[in-house]
């Protein structure tokens, strides 16, 4: 008999309809001759520094560095269901938890089964998902023979076509083992970074969190707004005439394509120059008028990073929100298809599929849509450009959306309508280009857009995006040809340059997915870019899809960075953070430094390799920043234990801190005493609390679901 392992429960699913025969019970599949289950995401971990020995509880410079490498243990994933937490966050939790214990136990049941005599690994057919299945394997000490499958689309044709092409695991080995290296570097630099700099900084603040990707997104940020925050505004001017056309007198505005010579960083900052310039345009002159007629193309259905976006710019969501709604959608309603995907393209077997899942999508959202078109093959259905996922999707399921909540129902409608401007038609546009050539050097240049049909814009209601808000003027209402024209006039208009804009969660998730654009190094830049060969929407980024909301929730909860509006700026904590940590984690070079070191592991190098790199650059790191500071470490008394991890909570000037970024910071109406009840989960009464607007009041409080700071339960009375 065999043993089928897929990487999460859809794949399972789709292989048990693929080949037929299974009957379904708790966790698995069985039929005649396989038993078909699945993991739940990585169903192990790597310990935590004080699980290996308790000494590490407490951070001392002695210690380090602490020693990760392959040796290192692993153990089931566990959730921390604290006391704090909100009955709906605690019920999705042991609700995870349950899961993942169950998975355990039966794949560890079925590895070990004597009836078993050969093992399928049906991870994803990438490093993660090689790496995924195969530890497991390891850590039941399974011997049995391992065959590899590689799905990446779940259409039953395409399933079954897989089985047929199955190798041995071991030539997908290396790419797991690449995966698995890097999962014990990112710890190292984790464990070891955030207890170096803390200790040495000596910071009253809390602690100093240091990560491969934390730390560059935290630079992203810092960056940012240190260049608007000391931008220098300057003058440039640009030359309009205008212009008479024609027997009708049709008026024009035009501008004038400056000569090179006279531009500086692509402006012109000299007034007089142009003032000169525009006594010599005038005068009877000839006009050519040139059209185009440009389609414009429905956008592809959405992955996780590209539905973040648009739920932030649309609706404010956050992202890691937008990651739990959707995985809401997907587990509890069955509403969309996998919700953590990085592609945005379709096989042409959903393209089959699309009239009936269109009609179960038009019942449910109650409406009917004219001219779809299911014959028009939109480029979103893409056999060669899916990835081991595909695009985010509705599902062919009955939706009843008065069960859903405003977020819910938001973010479904959304998606089911990006899937449904693929059988809508184009927007259609006129684009008029108007040019006067004075002489050789001087040429006036106008455009004049006219939008012919809204197309799929019409159903999107997006009729006047602000990002695409046309240009149309008398320019359009001319033929494409050429005319008589005559220069009556013409001014000067005087701009400022503009600094860039800070940062919103949807244009930081952006840039995560580019950050290879502000590499220096040629090198590196490369290695970044080819990290991501092949993947639409990703240009040499930092991070995945799946952990990059958490990423930024992380730097909110650390207090680095705060929302002001809707854009995300540095605290006076987060400046000091990263102008202290070391160069050399501050950028994204790590990620291309290792990623090339990855690749060679992927090619049959050691996993010690990258383990050994991380290592040496740490001690460099260490003897450099031994030179420079001052402070030395402060023996800090344990106060309390941390509900979220189980850790040491010890105290500092301004806040209770634990190792694992637990904070809560200190508030004159909240003792020691009150604070040690809160972390028991207790609910306390406390007098003299402040609001924002600094006015008193008492209350009962209770810690935050999130952990971050107290809610009030019951305001008393003074």
Same mark, same amino acid.
């Not at 407490?58 to 692993?74: G, N, Y």
């Not at 395409?158 to 710890?187: C, H, I, T, W």
């Not at 450099?624 to 500071?629: F, G, V």
């Given at each position: 008999m065999d043993l089928i392992i897929a990487e999460k429960k859809g794949v399972a699913e789709a292989i048990a309809e693929a080949l037929g025969g299974f009957e379904k019970s708790a966790g698995y599949f069985e039929s005649e001759s396989s038993i078909l289950t699945w993991a739940s995401g990585h169903l192990l971990e790597?310990?935590?520094?004080?699980?290996?020995?308790?000494?590490?509880?407490?951070?001392?410079?002695?210690?380090?560095?602490?020693?990760?490498?392959?040796?290192?243990?692993?153990?089931?994933?566990? !959730?921390?269901?604290?006391?704090?937490?909100?009955?709906?966050?605690k019920e999705r939790l042991e609700n995870s938890q349950k899961v993942i214990d169950r998975q355990l136990g039966l794949i560890e049941r079925f590895l070990k089964n004597k009836e078993i005599k050969k093992v399928i690994h049906a991870g994803d057919p990438d490093s993660e998902g090689q790496l995924l299945i195969d530890e497991l394997i390891e850590y039941f000490n399974c011997k049995k023979p391992i065959m590899r499958v590689l799905i990446n689309d779940n259409? @039953? $044709?395409?399933?079954?076509?897989?089985?047929?092409?199955? #190798?041995? $695991?071991?030539?997908?080995?290396?790419?797991?083992? @690449? @995966?698995?290296?890097?999962?014990?570097?990112?710890?190292?630099?984790?464990?070891?970074?955030?207890?170096?700099?803390?200790?040495?900084? $000596?910071?009253?603040?809390?602690?100093?969190?240091?990560?491969?990707?934390?730390?560059?997104?935290?630079?992203?940020?810092?960056?940012?707004?240190?260049?608007?925050? $000391?931008?220098?505004?300057?003058?440039? !001017?640009?030359?309009?005439?205008?212009?008479?056309?024609?027997?009708?007198?049709?008026?024009?505005?035009?501008?004038?394509?400056?000569?090179?010579?006279?531009?500086?960083?692509?402006?012109?900052?000299?007034?007089?120059?142009?003032e000169e310039l525009d006594k010599e345009i005038n005068g009877v002159q000839r006009l050519i008028v040139s059209k185009e007629i440009v389609k414009k193309e429905p956008p592809l259905p959405f992955n996780l990073i590209e539905l973040q976006q648009y739920c932030n710019k649309k609706w404010s969501y956050e992202s890691d929100r937008v990651m739990r709604v959707t995985q809401d959608l997907r587990d509890k309603y069955k509403a969309i298809t996998? +919700?953590?995907?990085?592609c945005q393209y379709?096989?042409?077997?959903?393209?089959?599929?699309?009239?009936?899942?269109? #009609?179960?999508?038009?019942? +449910?959202?109650?409406?009917?849509?004219? +001219?779809?078109?299911?014959?028009?093959?939109?480029?979103?259905?893409?056999?060669?450009?899916?990835?081991?996922?595909?695009?985010?999707?509705?599902?062919?399921?009955?939706?009843?959306?008065?069960?859903?909540?405003? #977020?819910?129902?938001?973010? %479904?409608?959304?998606?089911?309508?990006? %899937?449904i401007v693929q059988f809508l038609g184009a927007m259609i546009m006129e684009k008029t280009l108007g040019e006067v050539r004075v002489v050789d050097s001087l040429i006036l240049k106008g455009t004049s857009s006219k939008t012919l049909d809204y197309g799929y814009r019409e159903f999107l209601d997006e009729r006047d995006s602000e990002e695409e808000k046309e240009e149309s003027s008398s320019l359009s209402s001319l033929y494409s040809g050429e005319y008589e024209c005559e220069i009556i006039g013409g001014k000067i208009l005087e701009k400022e340059t503009a600094p860039k804009k800070q940062y919103t969660e949807a244009t930081l998730l952006k840039d995560m997915t580019s950050i290879s654009k502000y590499v220096k190094d040629i090198r590196l830049k490369e290695a970044l870019k080819d990290k991501d060969k092949g993947k639409k929407g990703e240009s040499g980024g930092i991070g995945t899809p799946a952990t990059r909301s958490t990423v930024i929730k992380d730097l909110f909860r650390d207090r680095y960075v705060e929302l002001k509006g809707k854009e995300i700026v540095p605290t006076e904590l987060g400046l000091k953070v990263y102008e202290y940590i070391a160069d050399e984690v501050k950028t994204a070079n790590v990620t291309a430094e290792w990623w090339l070191i990855q690749r060679e592991i992927?090619?049959?190098?050691?996993?010690?390799?990258?383990?050994?790199?991380?290592?040496?650059?740490?001690?460099?790191?260490?003897?450099?920043?031994?030179?420079?500071?001052?402070?030395?470490?402060?023996?800090?008394?344990?106060?309390?234990?941390?509900p979220k991890c189980q850790g040491d909570i010890t105290e500092s000037k301004k806040a209770y801190n634990c190792s694992c970024g637990f904070?809560?910071?200190?508030?004159?109406?909240?003792?020691?005493?009150?604070?040690?009840?809160?972390?028991?989960?207790?609910?306390?009464?406390?007098?003299?609390?402040?609001?924002? @607007?600094?006015?008193? %009041?008492?209350?009962?409080?209770?810690?935050?679901?999130? !952990?971050?700071?107290?809610?009030?339960?019951?305001?008393l009375k003074s």
């Open positions: 790597l310990k935590e520094p004080q699980e290996i020995d308790e000494k590490f509880k407490t951070w001392k410079l002695l210690d380090l560095p602490i020693k990760i490498d392959e040796t290192w243990e692993r153990r089931p994933k566990f !959730y921390n269901v604290g006391s704090g937490l909100s009955k709906e966050e259409n @039953a $044709n395409k399933v079954r076509e897989a089985f047929k092409k199955m #190798e041995p $695991n071991e030539k997908y080995q290396p790419l797991g083992k @690449a @995966a698995y290296a890097r999962s014990l570097a990112d710890m190292y630099l984790g464990v070891n970074g955030s207890r170096f700099f803390t200790l040495k900084a $000596n910071m009253n603040e809390g602690r100093v969190n240091v990560g491969r990707v934390k730390t560059p997104v935290l630079g992203l940020i810092v960056n940012r707004y240190l260049e608007i925050k $000391n931008h220098v505004k300057s003058n440039y !001017y640009i030359l309009e005439k205008s212009v008479e056309v024609g027997d009708e007198r049709v008026r024009l505005k035009l501008n004038l394509v400056p000569p090179k010579e006279i531009l500086s960083d692509g402006k012109v900052v000299d007034k007089v120059l142009l996998y +919700n953590r995907s990085d379709l096989s042409l077997e959903h393209f089959k599929e699309a009239p009936e899942v269109m #009609e179960r999508v038009f019942k +449910n959202l109650g409406i009917k849509v004219e +001219n779809m078109d299911y014959t028009k093959v939109s480029k979103c259905f893409n056999d060669d450009l899916v990835t081991a996922h595909h695009g985010i999707i509705p599902t062919n399921t009955t939706i009843d959306l008065k069960r859903l909540t405003e #977020e819910e129902r938001n973010i %479904y409608e959304i998606v089911c309508k990006y %899937y992927e090619e049959g190098a050691s996993v010690s390799k990258l383990v050994r790199k991380v290592e040496k650059d740490f001690l460099d790191i260490m003897s450099k920043s031994y030179e420079k500071l001052e402070h030395g470490e402060r023996v800090k008394e344990t106060i309390g234990v941390c904070i809560f910071w200190k508030n004159e109406a909240i003792s020691l005493k009150r604070f040690q009840e809160l972390i028991k989960g207790k609910t306390v009464s406390v007098k003299g609390l402040k609001s924002k @607007a600094g006015k008193s %009041y008492n209350a009962k409080i209770k810690l935050k679901a999130n !952990y971050e700071g107290f809610e009030i339960v019951e305001f």
